[in-house]
């Protein structure tokens, strides 16, 4: 009877009964990590990306917007079709010195 004692317990009787939870829980760990990485890079990219916003009347187009260059547009002639206005006063003009 001793030298039963003596042997080592077989490999299925060194099993962990909470094996199976352990593998598990290590791959419900690992899905939360790529879940949470996902996360946190989409919020990186829209906190990068800004919002479009829209202040007093106007739509701006980020958070950034105080940050850019500004446009200046000098004002042009009021009447666009310049040009073409002094072309017929100079017509009318010469009509008239004809006559």
Same mark, same amino acid.
């Given at each position: %009877?001793?030298?039963? +004692?003596?042997? #080592?317990?077989?490999?299925? =009787?060194?099993? @962990?009964?909470?094996? #199976?939870? /352990?593998?598990?829980?290590?791959? %419900?760990?690992?899905?939360?990590?790529?879940?949470?990485?996902?996360? =946190?890079? %989409?919020?990186? @990219?829209?906190?990068?990306? *800004? @919002?479009?916003?829209?202040?007093? *009347?106007?739509? +701006? &187009?980020?958070?950034?917007?105080?940050? $850019? $260059?500004?446009?200046?547009? &000098?004002?042009? &002639?009021?009447?666009? +079709?310049?040009? #073409?206005?002094?072309? +017929?006063?100079?017509?009318?003009? #010469?009509?008239?010195? /004809?006559?």
């Amino acid at each position: %009877m001793t030298d039963t +004692l003596d042997q #080592e317990p077989s490999s299925s =009787a060194r099993k @962990c009964p909470f094996a #199976e939870s /352990r593998v598990k829980m290590a791959k %419900m760990n690992n899905n939360l990590k790529v879940w949470g990485l996902i996360a =946190a890079s %989409m919020g990186l @990219c829209l906190v990068n990306t *800004g @919002c479009q916003v829209h202040v007093a *009347g106007q739509t +701006l &187009p980020s958070a950034y917007y105080l940050d $850019d $260059d500004v446009q200046y547009f &000098p004002a042009g &002639p009021e009447n666009k +079709l310049a040009n #073409e206005t002094a072309a +017929l006063k100079a017509a009318r003009e #010469e009509a008239r010195s /004809r006559r």
